[in-house]
């Protein structure tokens, strides 16, 4: 008898340990989000407020490359990030079979042609050399800049994932072969004059607002989903934790911030 009640005493002692575990982990209110860059944790500590009053404990990771976060919220360890447009993250999920995500636009980068000499497209030489981006995202979009500006046109109408043997017309005979990483445009740029990059890498060389930009990239079907987002996954996208980062990354204040704090780099895309 004693070791029957004792069996079940165990028994009854396990059942309470589990229901605690799971009442633990149901209990658990905190959002993990993923950072890499200027402004998303400023954005983030923004609305961190806001998100208590939510019932949520917003807590943010910074990291100073583009992988960790991705692969950390695929592995469930992030609940979501805000690192990436939408063609970095279907390249990510390509290459790693996974399901990311985007659930919301935040901003559109400014993306520009800058020149030294040049005050119109017009202006710029046949054989003129322009320096652009050489990783394979950007190198797309800055051609596909080009396009828009009508300067180039490419085969078969295409839009996305471009490369150089895609152009079919390039009436200036620009030469596209200066390609350099991100962080070396801006000073390969003081030696080329003509580069595509961005005002975040431009403001090394302290140009102002519309300083030396001859060509913006225009909002159109293929530039929308070029914009900054919050990306999820699949399973969770729909999660209360979710729309409630939804709900206080597209606010007033957030809007607002991006517009007081931003407008040099960027536009909001809520």
């Known amino acids: 008898m004693k070791k029957f009640l004792l069996i079940l005493s165990i ?48 807590n943010i990771h910074e990291f100073s ?3 960790a976060p991705n692969n950390l919220l695929n592995n469930k360890e992030l609940d979501a990030n805000m690192i990436q447009h939408d063609y970095f993250l279907q390249s990510f999920n390509q290459a790693n079979d996974s399901d990311l995500v985007t659930v919301q636009p935040i901003y559109h980068a400014t993306f520009a042609l800058y020149s030294m000499d040049y005050t119109s497209i017009d202006e710029i030489p046949d054989g003129a050399s322009i320096t652009l981006p050489d990783d394979s995202t950007n190198l797309s979009r800055a051609l596909y800049l ?8 490419f085969k078969d109408n295409k839009t996305i994932g471009l490369t150089v043997d895609d152009i079919e017309s390039n009436p200036k005979n620009l030469q596209l072969d200066d390609q ?26 302290e140009l102002i607002g519309d300083e030396q930009r001859l060509y913006v990239e225009k909002q159109d079907h293929v530039t929308k989903d070029y914009a900054i987002s919050l990306v999820a996954r699949d399973d969770n996208k729909d999660s209360e934790e979710i729309q409630v980062l939804i709900k206080h990354v597209t606010s007033d204040k957030v809007r607002q911030f991006l517009i007081d704090n931003y407008d040099w780099a960027s536009s909001p895309a809520f």
Do not use: H
């Open 11 to 58: 028994f009854i002692l396990s059942i309470s340990v589990l229901g605690c575990e799971t009442s633990t982990s149901n209990d658990n209110n905190e959002i993990n989000v993923g950072v890499s860059f200027y402004p998303m944790k400023d954005i983030l500590t923004l609305i961190e407020d806001d998100i208590k009053e939510e019932g949520y404990e917003l």
């Open 65 to 67: 490359d583009y992988q």
């Open 146 to 153: 080009l396009g828009q500006a009508d300067l180039l046109t």
């Open 180 to 205: 350099v990483p991100l962080t070396s445009l801006a000073q390969r740029y003081t030696e080329t004059g003509l580069a595509i990059m961005y005002p975040t890498y431009a403001k090394s060389l």
